[in-house]
Every structure is written in C-alpha cells, then in structure tokens.
C-alpha cells in the first residue's frame, strides 16, 4: 500500500512539473511579445537607443551601452531589438538566483514555480520595459549575488576571481554600482574563520586582481584604449 502512494505521489510530481514547464515557455513567449505591446517614448527610449549607438561618450555606463551596440549591429538598429535585449536582461536576472536556488534545495517543482512568478506577477519597472544604462548592470548584479552567495558556502579561489571579474563588469556597467566593490571584499574575508585569515587575504588579493585585469581589458575592448 505504501509502496503504491509513493508511486502515486511521484507521479503527481511528475506531471505537476510537467504543468510547470509548460507555463514557464507560456510565460517566456508572452513576456518576450510583450516588447512590441509598449508605446515607444520618444524621450528616454531615444536618448538610451543613441547611447548605445555611441556608447562612448557615456563612461558612466559604457558597457551597458556596448552590449547594446552589440545587438544592434547583430540585428538591426530597431528600438524593439533594444527592447528585445532588455527583456533578455530581466530573465538573466531573475535566472542566476533560481538557478542557485534548485542546486541548494533540488526543488525542481519550486524553482520553476518562482519563475513562472517572477515573469508573471513581479512586474519589471518602467525603465526595464526598454533598454537602459540599467538593463544590462542587473544581470551582473544578480550574478555576483550568486557567486558570493556560493562563497560564503565554500571559499574558493575561482570563486574569489569570478566576482571580481562580476564586479568589475557592473562597476562599468553603471559606474554608481561600483560601491559592491568594498561589500565584496568584506564578504570574501568574512567568509573565512578567524583562524584562517591568511586565506582571506589571499582571496580578497585575487579579486582584487580580477577586478583591476577585467576593468582595464573591457575599456581597452570598448575605446581601443586605457
């Protein structure tokens, strides 16, 4: 008898997953149709699509900018491209967190659910309903979020390197953002026991590093020069 619920719960499971996934590509599609519902401004949508077309003349958010460029000799200088790359942005956002979640918990079922939430219900702010010097800080944002996260679980020096290299791409992103710099560093030398801060040091040096290398090979990448 025991044996037949179990059988019978996982098959539940199973299907609800099932249900889950479905929405979530629903979801996906409807959120992505959503770019070409909008009224296009004629103010702020223009003024971030020529910023991307020189992006650099704004050092205050450069690589945003660039990625932008990007997408638009890819694909088309058309603001719903723009457009497009913001809503990109969002679900890169929203995808480093969940994806941390399951690897913590294994709840494939809740993970999915959050997503389906995420793209649903938590409605994006005005500015993420077109491309900004915003857009793409978040998904660097939310990335170094995660790693640091998974270095307070375990210190690693591949760990202590990636958010540097994270932090260093959100500072150029949107240059105010530059203030997780020392929220980094206290993150990796608290993350150590107090025994063991030489190992602290050593990280909190290797992201250092990450963060200086990264930030002077992506302006040299972006103006030809440092």
């Known amino acids: 008898m025991n044996k037949i619920t179990v059988q019978t719960g996982e098959r539940k499971r199973t299907w609800m997953i099932a249900v889950m996934w479905a929405a979530l590509v629903v979801s996906v599609v409807v959120f992505f149709v959503g770019a070409f519902q909008k009224t296009i401004s004629d103010q702020d949508e223009g003024y971030q699509a020529l910023n991307c077309m020189d992006y650099g003349q ?16 890819l694909f088309g200088d058309g603001i719903y491209v723009l457009r497009l ?22 709840n494939r079922l809740w993970a999915i659910g959050m997503a389906v939430y995420l793209i649903n219900y938590i409605e994006p702010s005005f500015l993420l ?9 978040y998904p660097f944002e939310s990335a ?73 090979t992506l302006i040299l990448i972006m103006k030809g020069r440092v």
Not at 58 to 73: E, T
Not at 85 to 106: E, K, N
Request: with cysteine; hydrophobic share 50%.
């Open 85 to 106: 790359l913001s809503h990109l942005m969002y679900l890169l956002t929203i995808a480093f967190p969940l994806i941390y979640f399951y690897r913590r918990t294994g």
């Open 144 to 216: 170094l979020m995660v790693c640091l996260l998974t270095y307070t679980d375990r210190p690693a020096r591949v760990k202590a390197l990636l958010s540097g290299v994270l932090c260093a791409s959100l500072t150029l992103a949107r240059i105010p953002a530059g203030v997780t710099l020392p929220v980094m560093v206290l993150t990796i030398y608290l993350s150590w026991p107090r025994g063991s801060r030489r190992g602290s040091f050593r990280d909190v040096g290797i992201s250092l590093v990450a963060f200086v290398a990264t930030a002077l």
């Open 58 to 73: 704004s050092p205050i958010a450069m690589l945003s900018f660039y990625i932008g460029n990007i997408a638009i000799r």
């Open 129 to 137: 309903s077109f491309y900004t010097w915003d857009s793409a800080a």
